[in-house]
T-cell receptor
């Protein structure tokens, strides 16, 4: 059973460009979470999605950031008009549909975004 | 809100030394507690977990006990190896919740 897959692993963008980060959850998992890790810091929650629904986006910046998890295909985290402060590692995690309380999330290898 | 506090690093030890990384938490309800490890340039791997008070999680020689009375989940290993050099994150997920709340991480260096 393949783990959570993210691509690309490394992404370089110039200021003002768009960044698209992809996440394929583990087989059978329908819940996806995105986290951001700034250099030398812990991970911070950004958004929680189920198929075709955003459940909680309280950690997402109000502008330029969006996320989706369509019925078919991977979850996408999209950052428009990137700025240097967006440089970070972005991690995706997934969990099965009925995890119960205190669900364990399975993390992907991350996408390291560098904005020049 | 819920939070996790762990000891600041870096922690530098010689091979075969005893390791303790302190972690305390603040949470309403009854969270599940986790330790994750991140090797250089890689993602997070679950190291161990405990889902209720007095549970002990263990894996690869590491262990941690869920102490509700002191709201702690300290990570210990009796004899560290160079290959244990990594960043260790303490984390919690609250009952019925979905956000994993992470500590800031503790970097461990083990010297041969």
């Amino acid at each position: 059973n393949a783990g959570v897959m993210q691509n690309p692993r490394h992404l370089v963008r110039r200021r003002g460009q768009e960044a698209r980060l992809r996440c394929s959850p583990m087989k059978g998992h329908s819940h996806v979470y995105w986290y951001r890790q700034l250099p030398e810091e812990g991970l911070k929650f950004m958004v929680y999605l189920q198929k075709e629904n955003i459940i909680d986006e309280s950690g997402m910046p109000k502008e330029r950031f969006s996320a989706e998890f369509p019925k078919e295909g991977p979850s996408i985290l999209r950052i428009q008009q990137v700025v240097r402060g967006d440089s970070a590692a972005y991690f995706c995690a997934s969990s099965p549909p009925s995890s119960g309380g205190g669900n364990e999330q399975f993390f992907g290898p991350g996408t390291r975004l560098t904005v020049l | 809100g819920d939070s996790v506090t762990q000891m600041e690093g870096p922690v530098t030890l010689s091979e075969e030394a005893f390791l303790t990384i302190n972690c305390t938490y603040t949470a309403t309800g009854y969270p599940s507690l986790f330790w994750y490890v991140q090797y250089p340039g890689e993602g997070l791997q679950l190291l161990l977990k405990a889902t209720k008070a007095d549970d002990k999680g263990s894996n690869k020689g590491f262990e941690a006990t869920y102490r509700k009375e002191t709201t702690s989940f300290h990570l210990e290993k009796g004899s560290v190896q160079v290959s244990d050099s990594a960043v260790y994150f303490c984390a919690l997920v609250n009952t019925g919740g979905f956000k994993t709340i992470f500590g800031a991480g503790t970097r461990l260096f083990v010297k041969a």
